[in-house]
């Protein structure tokens, strides 16, 4: 990598929050300005260098035929990718069209669904290039960013925690929300990140960092209905941010509703 190398950022489908959290690192965002030359970020400036790039930071989920090609010259212009928040490193919360039939959606949306063009199904861009580095989040956090962009330019891997949000409850003394109040809670089964922030404010965890690195989903929902919690609730409990993971996936499918109006559709869904 040179002395200063070159950073890219691109954004795919996505709502632009973890381009912002780059942007709201403030004052090491100037620190690491001077360590990288920021060629491409529409998000902050109109200014273009071509590429190729050595360090690429891309945002979003593949949800078009255009965007399928269009990572692939992404990658080919980037010596390291680097996918950033949930859109990109699990298809997001676009990602509940795989649910469901996406033609139904079209033609009950827009009235001439034949100028739409979309894709079946919303992926991450690992499912079409090799990504180097899968940074998680919904949005991603500032501290963890820092730390691989800090970690590529150093030449050392990233130091990014895969035990679970619970760890970070312990750490901060935040007390269980699941055991006191019996709020439903991803935090078991949800990787650490985000500081155990909505626990801290006595609310359960939505899984916004994915799965952690052994998730025990199927035990966790066991517990859930123990508590009394619906079928159906559990199931939109895994399908929010990270519903396109393979385990939150295979645990939300196995509370679909098969009877009755609120039946859901058995359309194939594989990751």
């Known amino acids: 990598m040179s002395e200063n190398p070159t950073l890219a950022v691109w954004k795919f489908a996505s709502c632009d929050g973890c381009q912002l959290t780059l942007l709201n690192c403030e004052d090491e965002l100037l620190a690491l300005a001077e360590r990288v030359e920021v060629a491409y970020f529409p998000e ?4 273009v260098v071509s590429g190729p790039y050595d360090i690429s930071l891309v945002e979003g989920s593949i949800t078009t035929p255009a965007d399928a090609e269009r990572i692939q010259q992404v990658r080919a212009a980037s010596g390291l990718l680097v996918t950033i928040g949930a859109c990109a490193t699990s298809g997001g919360i676009q990602a509940l069209r795989n649910f469901a039939d996406v033609s139904e959606f079209l033609s009950v949306v827009y009235a001439h669904p034949a100028y739409v063009a979309t894709l079946d199904r919303s992926t991450p861009i690992s499912a079409h290039v090799t990504v180097d580095v899968q940074l998680r989040g919904c949005p991603i956090d ?8 800090g970690a590529l330019l150093q030449g050392r891997r990233p130091r990014i925690p895969t035990f679970s949000v619970c760890v970070e409850c312990k750490q901060r003394g935040t007390t269980c929300v699941a055991v006191a109040h019996g709020t439903p809670c991803l935090g078991p089964v949800t ?14 965890c939505y899984g916004c960092f994915g799965p952690s690195d052994t998730p025990n989903t199927a035990s966790l929902a066991a517990t859930l209905r123990a508590q009394g919690v619906p079928e159906d609730a559990v199931m939109r409990l895994f399908r929010t941010f990270n519903a396109g993971t393979e385990p939150f996936r295979l645990e939300s499918t196995a509370h679909e509703p098969t009877t009755g109006a609120n039946a859901a559709p058995r359309t194939e869904v594989t990751s």
């Open 44 to 47: 902050a400036t109109g200014a």
């Open 142 to 149: 500032r501290h963890q960013l820092l730390e691989v962009l």
């Open 191 to 204: 990787q650490a990140g985000c500081g155990a922030l909505c626990p801290s404010v006595d609310r359960g």
